[in-house]
């Protein structure tokens, strides 16, 4: 029945993002019928068949075989996130930098995050890659995000920070302040950065 469709299907995508924020590099698992062919190229064409059912900006890209076993949420390495936004001279990118390189580690990050006690028991989150970039057409700039999970609204809220150090509202060292909980019991009150500029990248 269509109440239990997600559940038939396994259905499982590698991440969420907030309402608004887009998603360039999305992985699902899911299973589907076969036609029981014994070589991939001789399959149903599931990427016309279900482009056939989604709205016109969610789009399958591609397909491959997988183990039943594999969960493309729990079993997902790592999640890149990107923020983009335009460069200009009122940025000191390079403090920027500085103070993005001290979110990388393991850190509790409940000064970077939309609090969530009731359905969250840990803070806890392993931060790969944190670092600014400029975008292949030289246009914009980026900030690139990469960890094994993330919080709700932590990488908008970690680009807030970003932002107000390349301003100069704060010193590059706040990172290390709002990550110290002895220093910062509690998360100071700042606006999130917006959420149009973010994309799940690549995952």
């Known amino acids: 029945s269509e109440h239990d469709v997600f559940s038939a299907a ?28 014994t070589a991939v190229e001789d399959e149903l064409d599931y990427v ?17 075989p997988v183990d039943d076993e594999l969960n493309a949420r729990f079993d997902c ?20 930098r500085r103070a993005a390189a001290l979110f ?14 009731e359905n969250v ?3 806890t989150r392993n931060v790969l890659e944190c670092s600014i970039a400029d975008s292949e057409d030289g246009k914009l700039m980026y900030i690139k995000v990469r960890g094994s999970a993330f919080l709700w ?17 704060e010193e590059p060292e706040i990172v290390t ?3 110290d909980l002895e220093q910062t019991p509690r998360k100071p009150q700042y606006s999130m950065a917006p959420e149009q500029p973010l994309l799940l990248w690549k995952s």
Request: glycine share 10%.
């Open 48 to 64: 016309a068949l279900l482009n056939r059912t989604l709205p016109d900006d969610v789009r399958v890209l591609g397909w491959a």
């Open 77 to 96: 390495k790592w999640r890149q996130y990107k923020y983009f936004f335009e460069k200009t001279s009122g940025l000191d990118v390079d403090a920027m």
């Open 121 to 123: 028991k840990s803070f």
């Open 177 to 179: 302040q709002l990550l």
């Open 10 to 37: 396994d259905y499982s995508r590698c991440g969420r993002t907030d309402k608004g924020v887009s998603g360039l590099g999305q992985i699902v698992t899911l299973k589907v019928r076969s036609n029981g062919a």
């Open 104 to 117: 990388e580690g393991v850190h509790d990050f409940r000064n970077f995050c939309r609090m969530d006690a």
């Open 153 to 169: 609204h932590q990488v908008r809220c970690m680009a807030s920070v970003l932002f107000m150090v390349g301003l100069g509202h």
